[in-house]
């Protein structure tokens, strides 16, 4: 599995295929766990047809978390190549201001984190994308 980053827009907007949410509540990491799974994930989901990716970012933030207040920003296009094929996504990073309840989906827990948990859906891919998230957020200024 490889994973190559790409500045944000940079890949044709309908090559991308999903979003994902590196999400930050008071100071902690958003991760979240599927009603089916034992393990952690980032916030991410597919993108609808015809949707902008931002808005499938800022959808599946709030149907994966309950987010209703947050800062969204654009990080950067990213491709992932797995068994010869490549699929491209848009990863984001969110400052969320206010929770509200979990919707009735897919996701059954919401956790707050200080780091990255170990027992991760996608180990080899999600801590690649959460600290490229880390690396870059170091350039803004809140």
């Known amino acids: 599995m490889e994973i190559e980053f790409y500045e944000s827009g940079s ?19 958003v991760f979240v766990k599927h009603k089916e799974r034992t393990t952690w994930e980032i916030p ?6 015809n949707e902008d990716i931002k808005y499938t970012a800022e959808r599946e933030l709030f149907e994966e978390t309950g987010a209703e207040e947050h800062n969204i ?17 848009a990863l984001f990073f969110a400052e ?9 989906y897919e996701i059954g827990e919401v956790k707050f984190f200080d780091d990255i948990p170990e027992n991760l859906t996608y180990p080899n891919i999600q801590p690649k994308l959460f600290y490229k998230v880390k690396e870059e957020i170091k350039k803004f200024v809140f």
Do not use: M, Q
């Open 96 to 104: 969320i201001d206010k929770l509200g309840e979990l919707p009735d």
């Open 44 to 49: 991410a989901g597919h993108r609808e047809e």
């Open 73 to 89: 920003t654009y990080i950067c296009d990213y491709s992932l190549k797995f068994e010869g094929d490549k699929s491209y996504a």
């Open 11 to 29: 890949v044709e907007n309908e090559k991308l295929l999903y979003a994902i949410v590196v999400s930050r509540y008071n100071g902690k990491w």
